[in-house]
C-alpha cells in the first residue's frame, strides 16, 4: 500500500497506527459482536468511547472543570450557526472580528438572527495582518466577541490572546487547535472542526464555559439547544450518605417532595433494596397508587402498566434498582425525570477485576481511583441517560449525594453527563 503525504489545511493525514485500529474496529469493538459503525450510540459500548475521548481531549488540551466539552456533527461552519442561537438573545448585538475568509464566514452565520457588527477588519489590506486591538470598535452591549485564531487561506494567525473587554471571547481554533498549549480560562468558548489536528472529518468540538451554557439564547429547534437536554439539579443532604440510615432519612424525604411535582413518567433509581423499601414504607397514602415498584409485577407487565397510565395522562412512577438504570427504554413522557439516590458505586465483583485491583495493590496503585471511579462514571452516565432516548427527550436529573460536587471524582463524573444546565440546591431540613 502506498500513502501519500497530504499537506493541504485539511482534512490532514491521520497517524497510521491509528487508522489501523480504526479498522480492526470495523468487524467487531472489542467483544461485543458487533463492529463499531454497528452499536448503538446510547449503548453503554460507545457511552465508553465517548466518555474516553473526552477525557483525552480534557488532558490534552487541559480543559478546567467549569467548561463543558459538546462534540457536535458537521464541520465548523454548523458551531458557527449555532453559537449566536445559544448565547445571544434575540436582536442582541455580537461582535465579530474579520481577518479573513472564516472570519468572514462565522459573520454571515450570525447575521440573520443577531445584530452582527464587525467591529474590526483587515479586508482593506487583503486581510494580510490581523487588526490591532487598539483599532477594534467594541459594543458595549455585546453577547460575545468572536475571533478566527489561525485563517489557513490567508496565512494570518493570533500569536496572542486578545481582550475581549467585558463580553466572553469565543474563537476559531479549527486550523490550530491542539497545536501547542493555550489557557483555555481566557476565552468564554472555543471551537474546531476535528478535520484538521484531532481527528476525521465530519465531527467539531465545543469547549464552552458552563455559565454561558445558563443562556436562554434564541427560539430554536430543541436538538440545536445546547443546554437543553434537560437539567440536572444537585439536591444535596446534610448527611454524609456514608452514614447510611441517616442520609437514607434525609434523601427520602427529599425524595417524596420532588416526587409530588411529578406530572407524566418518572423513574427513581436506588442503590440498595433498603433504601427502596424505606422509601416505599414512607408513601403517603394517595401517592402509593402513582408507583411502581420492580419485581412487584415482572417487567413486562410492570412496564406495560406505567405505559397505560402516562397515555392517559396520569403521573406514573417507577422504583428500580440497577437493572432499571441499565436496560429501561422509557422515550418521552415516559420518563421526563430520574430520580438518582445515591452515586452508583459498585466494588470490583467478578474474578477479572478482583484480581486486578489486587494487582494494583500490590504495586502501590489505587483500585479505587483505576477501576471504580471510570465504572461509577459510566454507570452515572447510563442511570442519567434513561431520560433522554431521542433526540426530542428533554430532562430533569435529580441527584441526592453531595459528592458529585463536592469530591475530585464527583467533578470527574459531571463532566461525562451531557452539558446539563445545573441547579445546586441546599438541604431542605436541618440534621
Known sequence: MSRAYNFSPGPAMLPEPVLRQAQATMLEFGDCGASILEISHRGPEFIKVAQQAEADLRTLLSIPDDYAVIFTAGGATT????????????????????????????????AHCVDARTVASSEAGGFRDVPARADWQLSPDAAYVHVTANETIHGVEWRGIPEAGNAPLIAD???????????????????????KNLGPVGIS?????????????????????????GTLVLAETRADPKDADRFNAEMVDALL???????????????SREQMRRAVDALATDMRPRVLVQNQLPRPQLLARHRERVAAGEPSIVFGMQSFGEGLDLPGALCESVFITK????????????????????VGRDPFTELVVPATAL?????????????????????????????????????????????????LQPL
Not at 399 to 419: A, E, W
Open 205 to 229: 468540538v465545543l469547549i464552552v464555559r458552563r455559565d454561558l451554557l445558563q443562556r436562554s439564547g434564541q427560539p430554536r429547534a430543541p436538538i440545536f439547544d445546547y443546554a437543553a437536554q
Open 173 to 195: 481554533f479549527s486550523s490550530s487547535i491542539a497545536s501547542e498549549p493555550l489557557d483555555i480560562t481566557k476565552f468564554g468558548a472555543i471551537y474546531a472542526g476535528a478535520q
Open 257 to 271: 417532595e420532588d416526587l409530588t411535582r411529578v406530572r407524566a413518567g418518572a423513574l427513581v433509581l436506588f442503590t
Open 379 to 427: 454507570r452515572l452516565a447510563q442511570w442519567a441517560g434513561r431520560a433522554i432516548r431521542s433526540e426530542d427527550d428533554r430532562a430533569h436529573v435529580y441527584c441526592y449525594d453531595k459528592r458529585l460536587t463536592r469530591t475530585r471524582y464527583g467533578q470527574q463524573f459531571l463532566k461525562g453527563l451531557p452539558p446539563f444546565a445545573l441547579e445546586q440546591r441546599a438541604p
Open 343 to 362: 452515586l452508583p458505586f459498585a466494588p470490583p465483583d467478578d474474578p477479572v477485576a478482583e484480581a486486578r485491583a489486587e494487582w494494583l495493590r500490590s
Open 79 to 110: 458551531v458557527q450557526a449555532l453559537l449566536p442561537l445559544n448565547f445571544a438573545a434575540p436582536g442582541q448585538t455580537c461582535d465579530y472580528v474579520v481577518s479573513g475568509h472564516w472570519g468572514k464566514t462565522a459573520l454571515k452565520q450570525a
